[in-house]
């Protein structure tokens, strides 16, 4: 139990487009996701809280307008990079939280972004 | 500032050898501490999640602890296989709510046949 999907696994895309990455709790209900990026040969880091039904929370240095986050059910959020640079280049991952419990984080697969 | 620190960053060792990965942390501000397993562009396996209350947890081969006082966690593998080759993260809980992980950089561990 307590599967995360993500969808794509990976993207290529040009400069300037925009690009939706889908994170799924598949037999759960999830309050809380959570989305981080991870560079090559680096840690993760939280971009964004996305709670369903309100508005995400993003961290310092994480432009809400250009990693715009939905958190439209219990078993879907989105992340949607706008008008993407190479610089935007990296493993998105994200990460659900069981509704009524406190610790446990379930991580995706994994998203690899590549915008040339 | 780097708040969870892994050291060492790449570990090989031959295969039957028991090992231990460092992790420590600045803040002792600390509700868990969770280790993780990365496979080469893979997502995270939860290993191992430590309460702050507690002092070690073990899961088969695996044997993490946690002391808040010196900030510092070591997970110990046991009688290491080549299919425990991956990246070892581990990521310290920040708040009650199980929300905010702050992530080490990993210790990337190759196991020889």
């Known amino acids: 139990g307590a599967v995360v999907s993500q969808h794509p696994s990976w993207v290529i895309c040009k400069s300037g487009t925009s690009v939706k990455i889908e994170c799924r709790s598949l037999?759960?209900?999830?309050?809380?996701m959570f989305w981080y990026r991870q560079f090559p040969k680096q840690s993760l880091m939280l971009m964004a809280t996305?709670?369903?039904?309100?508005?995400?929370?993003?961290e310092q240095g994480v432009e809400k307008d250009k990693f715009l986050i939905n958190h439209a059910s219990l078993t879907l959020s989105t992340l949607t990079v706008t008008s993407a640079h190479p610089e935007d280049s990296s493993f998105y991952i994200c990460?659900?939280?069981?509704?009524?419990?406190?610790?446990?984080?379930?991580f995706g697969p994994g998203t690899r972004l590549t915008v040339t | 500032k780097q708040e969870v620190t892994q050291i060492p960053a790449a570990l090989s060792v031959p295969e039957g050898e028991n090992l231990v990965l460092n992790c420590s942390f600045t803040?002792?501000?600390?509700?868990?501490l969770q280790w993780f397993r990365q496979d080469p562009g893979k997502g995270l396996t939860s290993l191992l999640l430590?309460?702050?209350?507690?002092r070690e947890q073990t899961s088969g081969r695996l044997n993490a602890s946690l002391d808040k006082s010196s900030g510092r966690s070591t997970l110990y593998i046991a009688a290491s296989q080549p299919g425990d080759s991956a990246t070892y993260l581990c990521?310290?809980?920040?708040?009650?709510?199980?929300?905010?992980?702050?992530f080490g950089q990993g210790t990337e561990l190759s196991v020889k046949p």
């Open positions: 990460s659900a939280r069981l509704a009524g419990y406190s610790y446990e984080q379930y």
């Open positions: 037999d759960f209900q999830a309050t809380t």
């Open positions: 996305s709670n369903e039904g309100s508005k995400a929370t993003y």
């Open positions: 803040d002792s501000a600390i509700y868990n």
């Open positions: 430590i309460q702050s209350s507690q």
């Open positions: 990521a310290k809980g920040e708040d009650n709510q199980g929300g905010k992980l702050i």
